[in-house]
């Protein structure tokens, strides 16, 4: 039995425009194609987009995705790989999910949470630059080379200093956004200096992408989830802040 592209794309949910671009890139060719130009697939395209599809899942990309099909990399090495992948993200979702709901009972009133609990799951770590990367678009993978790079010799206790430190600057950010203290205030600004003097031993960023980071802060739903647990607005007072210290004092 054969199947139409549009056929198959309301079968299988994905655009006849995408079946068209996997064609395009050798990824998922038709079994034949009509004199009509028409595209059809069989059983045997059907299993191999059935592929395609669990691998997108797992965050894969369309070019890693045919080399494993084609055979170039080891598909059963790759799933396994992929599939540890997926149990330690299932971990740090866990995680997550205690320290929400474990903030969620601070702020009731129920129970009182330790600061630092605040941020469990969010701490910088070899495998959250991992889980990361695995999220980010592949023109982000430099900056994930260089933060690895710069961290390559760190110690745990080394990394547990960065969060530490990190913890302090939100804590006192906090601290100056309750006094009411606008974004450009001197002291606001003294603080986004310290933090970005700290960041640049991870990463060293220009003023536009330092720009897009203060964005992320307020955009990104695993950075928001634990600044929103010190307060809701804190997130959008970081984000400014960083836009007011760039657009101050970075050239």
């Not at 320290?99 to 605040?118: C, F, H, V, Y």
Request: net charge negative; aromatic share 6%.
């Amino acid at each position: 039995m054969s199947w139409s592209i549009t056929q198959l794309a309301r079968m299988s949910g994905v655009t006849a425009r995408a079946l068209r671009h996997y064609d395009e890139i050798g990824l998922l060719r038709p079994a034949r194609v009509g004199d009509n130009g028409y595209r059809w697939y069989e059983r045997e395209q059907l299993l191999r987009l059935q592929e395609i599809l669990l691998l997108r899942q797992l965050d894969l990309d369309l070019p890693t995705i045919g080399r494993i099909l084609d055979g170039e990399h080891d598909r059963l090495a790759a799933l396994r790989d992929h599939r540890e992948r997926l149990l330690a993200e299932r971990d740090r979702m866990d995680r997550l999910v205690r320290t929400i709901t474990s903030t969620i009972a601070d702020l009731e009133g129920s129970t009182t949470m330790p600061d630092n609990e605040l941020f469990d799951g969010f701490d910088l770590s070899p495998a959250t630059l991992d889980e990361l990367e695995a999220k980010s678009p592949a023109s982000s993978k430099h900056y994930f080379d260089e933060m690895r790079a710069n961290t390559a010799n760190w110690t745990e206790q080394d990394f547990a200093a960065a969060n530490e430190q990190t913890a302090d600057g939100e804590r006192r950010l906090l601290a100056l956004m309750l006094d009411d203290a606008p974004v450009d205030d001197p002291r606001v600004l003294d603080l986004m200096a310290e933090s970005h003097a700290a960041e640049q031993t991870l990463l060293v960023l220009n003023k536009e992408e330092y720009c897009a980071l203060a964005q992320a802060f307020a955009a990104t739903p695993e950075l928001r989830a634990h600044l929103d647990a010190r307060h809701p607005h804190l997130a959008e007072y970081m984000r400014d802040a960083m836009l007011a210290y760039a657009a101050a004092r970075l050239s």
